[in-house]
């Protein structure tokens, strides 16, 4: 990937966890890697096909002047997720904030955090058999994309499915929608996991009925194992009703274990869930 760097940029600004600090202020120095590809404004000569250094200069001064943390850490962090926001073709980047004069009584040139961040392709799958079950999937993917960590790309048709695990309840409604985010995997759970609390998600029976369930199928090519968090999702090669719909927006996506597409992974299914999709239910 290509690269617009960004070599000592001088910021004055009050972060520290000394008073002292936070009060009279003190240099910072700034060194950024932007990934983007370049391409296009290397054809067209235009900078709207390019990020306009001049202006990320400009937003990292203005963040850590009007900003204030106690950690550089926490100003490293926060600034590399705000770029990516605000300057949406940053595929990642790499943020080093210098402090220079950090107040460490012995001789030294600097005290550095560096960090790196980027956008993650994700594809999360959607089920509902309570309520208006459409319009609670719907709702909960312009939630995700109306939060600035995310920005949902693509989503399948909606499938009726007949339910998983064997516990007697209504056919559900099922899709797959694939999202970018700055989320790590567990603060993706977690944002998930509000998602459906907010649509009126209770876990009273496991495989059981419910308003709202959002399960994290892929995170780029991760391979996850976590005592609540499995990544690729454990169960996806069992469920027509998730490979289906996934077959829809990433037929050639590979399972990063097994090394199968999902239409190869969608041909090995034995048992079938879905009963129909959603448009042919309105026919």
Known sequence: MDEIIISGLKVFAWHGVYEEEQEKGQNFIVNARLRVDTYAAGNSDSLEDSVDYGKVCLFINDFMRINRYNLIETVANNLAR???V?????????????????P???PLENVSVKVERSWHRTYI??????????ELIHNAMENLDADENCRVLRSSKMYRSKAY?????DDFYNNVFCMDTLYSPIELLSRLQAEEKEAGRERLIKWGPRTLDLDIIYYDDLVLERDHLRIPHVDMCSRDFVLLPLSEIAPYKRHPILGMTTLELLGRIKESYVLTMKEEDDE
């Open 82 to 84: 705000k770029i990516l």
């Open 86 to 102: 605000r300057f949406p073709i940053t595929q990642s980047i790499e943020i080093e904030v210098m402090k220079p004069e950090a």
């Open 104 to 106: 460490i009584p012995l």
């Open 125 to 134: 799958a959607a089920g509902s058999n309570m309520g208006d079950s459409e």
């Open 165 to 169: 695990g064997g516990v007697e309840q």
